[in-house]
């Protein structure tokens, strides 16, 4: 047993020096356990590890150990570069890239080690994208399931896309993989809304929140004057829907089979909030019975009573011309026929007399569409005038 003045040899010192130099020059490959000197439990532990992670430290970190690795960390090349070993690069350079991605910041989503979340994710979705991503923007009175769900990447590729916003799809077709293309562009259906058949879906929805119904814009009817002019919709008389602002309640936002995309053909429309019976009785006025109710109403607003395109009486000389131009039931000596207009009228519904004062513009059970009740046209007189004789 040596003494304490006992030194070693100095051949021993020198076998000493060159075993521990050889072992700071060693591959990591022959270090398997590195974790017996890095001592780091979030890279131990984790439900998801990096594939290559379980293979060893030493297939990233290849250099470890030598003091002349070129690259940061040991390992055999840096940044971004060193994931397109594994991962193909091209799914990653798409025309359209996620800025992290395009500036190869794979790190400022992902562990490249282990982690709790899916995808080796710093958090999970949407926590992950409102670490950029201002989840206001997100969040509102309505909101699109895929968004309330937090299912980001049903929608968006996370690194890279040929679609705008790093899009699955261009619209529409990212728009029909959930919602049933026949309701929106159907080849059967005659009457398309231009931007729907454009596939301009965002034009009037919101993709992720909104504050009115449907991920709508705004709000209706102010959505539908962003394109159709506000002022054809409001006169001194409007239509209760119009001025409620019930558009889709005569109307489809999206096709239809008629005209002006409504919701049913012709007077079948009107009836929808109209009583029908007011307008079959046995004496049709001709327009009503082919259902043209828009020859002289407008359906939205209009300058005269009841919508009317023009005034009663000016309305109904449109077809009956003849009535202005000879004495209408009969002449007398002090006037040339029933005057047509220009009096009072109390039993008027406008309150003015006009040809709506005798005759019922729409269908009546009496003869010549008149009001009252008759079976020959002096019959009518007595509702207005008194008879000479008091009668």
Known sequence: MPGKGYR??????????????????????????????????????????????????HSCHTNAHLQESPFPKFLFNKGVDLCWACHEKAKFSRTVGHPPVAKGECLSCHDVHTSDTAKLLLAPMPDLCFMCHDKETFVNHTSHPPVADGKCTSCHDPHSSDAKRLLLAEMPRLCFTCHNEERYISPTKKRHHPPVLNGKCMSCHE????????????????????????????????HAPTASGMCTSCHEPHESDTRKLTIAQGADLCFTCHDKADFIKPGLHPPVAAGM??????????????????????????????????????????????????????????????????????????????????????????NCHEHPSGG
């Open 8 to 57: 070693l040899p100095v051949v021993v010192i020198l076998a000493a020096v060159v075993v521990l130099s050889i072992a700071g020059r060693a591959p990591a490959r022959q270090y398997p356990d590195c974790l017996q000197c890095h001592i780091h439990k979030k890279k131990a532990e984790g439900k998801y590890v990096h594939p290559i992670y379980k293979q060893g430290c």
């Open 207 to 238: 993709p992720h929140a909104s504050s009115a119904r449907r991920l709508l814009i705004t709000a209706i009817p102010d959505l539908c004057f962003t394109c159709h002019e506000a002022a054809y919709f409001k006169d001194t008389y409007t």
């Open 293 to 382: 109710c828009s020859v002289c109403h407008d359906p939205h607003a209009a300058p005269n009573i009841f919508q009317l395109r023009l005034p009663i009486s000016e309305g109904c000389l449109q077809c009956h011309p003849r009535i202005a131009k000879a004495p209408h039931v009969l002449g007398g000596f002090t006037e040339a026929g029933h005057p047509l207009s220009g009096r009072k009228h109390e039993k008027s519904s406008s309150g003015e007399l006009t040809c709506a004062s005798c005759h019922t513009p729409h269908s009546s059970d009496y003869m010549k569409l008149f009001r009252y009740p008759a079976e020959k046209p002096m019959d009518l007189c007595k």
